[in-house]
């Protein structure tokens, strides 16, 4: 991991880390994301493999010829349903229940066969019952289709069967906050008479319950589900096998040939290493574990202390999922959800996002200003040109990926599987091209061993090439099992709120609680959004809170008087959503990023939320400044009318990146040098007069436009002035030196 000779360093991993954090990053990565299990037996481990490559098969079949949307679905969570009762054990590891210990301790119970080498019965019994149960809409589609609304038994008992089956998966999976809520909200449609006035509903019976879950494609099998089955995996799938091929190493590799010789150095190609991955990767867990191997002991080696260090790549790999095209998956759900094109989604998150990172980068050289960190000497990097040429091809895909999605504007199944397949061919040919190369230009030099067979060099490197592919197909589909059984298990809460008619309710709950106030109505939405994801996927999180409260959002403020677009709303939950990656005491990325680095989790989780309170600002500031969205206005049938001026554009980026800044600052209490509070004061008046002119426009008589300019001269204004007084600091200094000498 690389230690430091750096004292803070000795002094903080010398602490010993609390059991329950002991886990290191690679446990939590397969935990939460490819699952803990790897059986000893042969035929276990080859199951699991057949069905990793059958699952990524069938996915890339249904996307060359499409099927019927609800067997589509009922295969795709069959094939989630097995994978997560074989790959994740019933409790973690070397920590079972207390029910299980006491258990152990009044009977003659064997303790040491691992739940992880080896599939229990109960497991195997569980996935064969949850496959079957899914398939049963596929094995009957037709005569379910006959009996629409008159359920028979068989049809009850399969749906209790895999609702019941479902929240043990997610439960395994996902941990137990995501089961809980859906369990709760399943007995809410039973107990509806029997609760307050507020939220009370005349109650469903049992058969129409189940029957609308598991039936229907408005609770289990519904658009969560749906955008799972067909668009997500195949984004997972590509991110899967590009990193196969090299291109998270790569993308790294290059982050620290640009930015490693300035201060601070590591961090910031940190932040830009976690960028360029999260293009590709929904899950800020899998950003922190791939790029933070690297990246943390090198910032440790310049001065950060570990705690530090893990939290800027936690902040910077949680940031990851507000990239698109991918977006944790949340971007393909949200444009299913409200029915527009999935580049609308992406053009108004851009934006928000770019400046979120670009002020992480300030953040980060901050940090290093006022710790004094030094850069990292060029000897110990990667020469950029040599880097950036070794792996220009796998730029290739990421290319094909953007230009048929942006430019000629086609689907993102087509882009995607036009993307897969020219990565595959990279993967294939790369390395027998590399030591063709290779040996071509030893023969040249004279430098060739005679023993060297050129043919079978060549042959073993196109196996290897062959083997990558397998694997990521094989990564790809384990990397889905968490994703597929959350927005399953997400469905069975989007069908009991439609079912109820729960967000009408809701809408007078958060009223009543918020007191009419919009602005309290948002924090007490966004502090919502924080604790169900400290617990859930963002994907689960987004899910449920869009179902919930963003129309909430949408009808308050129109009450209020004000106009928010339902996608503003959208994003305001999903941002939160995902900062909930890093938020104490539950936050997955916080745990992740310190193991790597040896620190406190809550410690790393506390810093890296501060890191990522310049985010969280952004969703307050997005939803009154629709601009900032490439938003226009909203026309009267509520559909969306986009910025297209690129100059305006262009300003609303710039003017909103150094509101960022001097926010930031204001947090940091650093701009040059080191701010007192009436700076830090006037920073926070630049940043919010900057960020929403439009108030001070009501009271002065002055232009947005025009306070914008005033509040970024005052920015500006204040470097010059502290560049100005650390010089005159710096010569004064040096005067007293010289005069001390001449004494």
């Known amino acids: 991991m690389g230690d430091s000779s750096d004292g803070v360093e000795r002094k903080d991993e010398s602490r010993p880390v609390a059991q329950p954090f002991a886990e290191t990053a690679e446990e939590i990565l397969a935990r939460s994301e490819a699952g803990a299990r790897d059986p000893r037996s042969r035929l276990a481990a080859w199951t699991i ?26 295969w795709h969570l069959a094939f989630a349903m097995a994978l997560a009762f074989l790959l994740y054990p019933t409790y973690k590891p070397h920590q079972p229940p207390f029910w299980i210990r006491g258990l152990r301790k009044v009977l003659p119970l064997r303790s040491g066969r691992s739940i992880v080498k080896r599939i229990p019965l109960q497991d195997i019994i569980f996935a064969v019952v949850g496959v079957c149960a899914a398939l049963y809409i596929w094995w009957d589609y037709n005569q379910l289709i006959m009996r629409q609304g008159l359920p028979n038994t068989l049809d009850i008992v399969l749906g209790t069967a895999l609702i019941v089956l479902l929240l043990e998966a997610a439960r395994r999976t996902l941990g137990p906050a995501l089961a ?119 910032m440790k080696k310049v001065g950060l202390p570990p705690y530090k260090a893990a939290a800027i790549e936690v902040a910077a790999s949680t940031n990851g999922q507000l990239m698109p095209p991918i977006m944790g998956a949340a971007a393909f759900i949200m444009a299913e959800i409200l029915g527009i094109p999935y580049l609308d989604v992406v053009r108004a998150a851009i934006l928000p996002a770019l400046i979120s990172y670009l002020a992480l980068f300030y953040v980060v050289h901050m940090e290093a200003l006022k710790l004094g960190l030094a850069a990292l000497p060029r000897e110990v ?43 595959v061919v990279l993967m294939v040919v790369q390395r027998p091209i590399i030591v063709f190369f290779t040996i071509s230009m030893a023969r040249r030099a004279g430098t060739l061993d005679p023993a060297v067979n050129s043919t079978a060099e060549i042959r073993k490197a196109f196996v290897t090439g062959i083997t990558d592919v397998w694997q990521g197909l094989i990564g790809g589909a384990r990397n889905m099992v968490s994703v ?12 009991v709120v439609t079912i109820t008619g729960m967000v009408g309710r809701f809408i007078i709950l958060i009223d009543t609680i918020s007191m009419g106030n919009v602005v309290l109505m948002l924090i007490f939405t966004a502090m919502t959004c924080l604790i169900l994801g400290m617990g859930m996927p963002t994907t689960a999180n987004y899910i449920i809170m869009a179902t919930l409260t963003a129309p909430v959002i949408v009808t308050l403020g129109a009450d209020a008087g004000l106009v928010f677009p339902l996608i503003a709303a959208h ?112 920073l926070l008046a630049v940043a919010a007069s900057t960020f929403k002119a439009a108030v001070i426009e009501a009271h002065l008589p002055l232009g947005p436009t025009t306070i914008q300019v005033i509040g970024i001269s005052v920015y500006f204004g204040m470097y010059a002035w502290q560049k100005y007084r650390m010089k005159r600091r710096a010569a004064r200094g040096a005067a007293e030196v010289i005069e001390g000498n001449t004494d």
């Open 49 to 74: 493999t057949i069905l990793c490559l059958a699952w990524s098969g069938y996915q890339l079949y249904i996307a060359f010829r499409p099927i019927d949307s609800h067997i589509a679905r009922a």
């Open 180 to 298: 809980i809520l859906a369990g709760l909200f399943m007995i809410y449609t039973i107990a509806g008479p029997y609760l307050p006035e507020v939220i009370r509903h005349r109650g469903l019976p049992l058969d129409f319950i189940i029957s609308d879950m598991y039936l229907t494609t408005t609770g289990i099998f519904g658009v969560p589900l749906g955008v799972s089955t067909d668009f997500v995996f195949l984004f997972v799938l590509f991110g899967a096998l590009l990193d196969k091929a090299g291109g998270g190493k790569y993308f790294i590799d290059v982050a620290f040939s640009v930015l490693g010789t300035y201060r601070g150095g590591p961090a910031k190609a940190s932040v830009l290493a976690s960028g360029l991955t999260g293009l590709v990767s929904g899950s800020s867990i899998a950003n922190t574990v791939t790029t933070g191997t690297f990246t943390i002991p090198l």
């Open 381 to 423: 990097l990667p020469v950029f040109k040599r880097t950036f040429v070794r792996g220009i091809h796998f730029l290739i895909p990421l290319a094909v990926l953007i230009i048929y999605l942006v430019v000629l504007r086609r689907s993102p199944v087509t882009a995607v599987l036009l993307a897969i397949e020219s990565l």
């Open 484 to 495: 597929g059984i959350a927005t399953a298990t997400a469905g069975i809460i989007v069908g």
């Open 571 to 682: 994003l305001f939950v999903f941002y939160f959503g995902i900062l909930a990656d890093d938020t104490p005491p539950v936050g997955l990325a916080a745990y992740a990023g310190a193991a790597i680095a040896r620190s406190d989790p809550i410690r790393t989780g506390i810093q890296g939320f501060t890191y990522d309170l310049r985010t969280a600002i952004l969703p307050f500031i997005f939803i009154f400044n629709n601009e900032l969205l490439m938003i226009d206005g909203v026309t009267e049938t509520g559909g969306i009318i986009w910025l297209d001026d690129p100059v305006r554009i262009g300003w609303i980026f710039f003017s909103g990146l150094i509101a960022m800044f001097a926010f930031a600052s204001f947090l940091q209490g650093q701009l040059v040098d080191r701010c007192n509070i009436l700076e830090r004061l006037i």
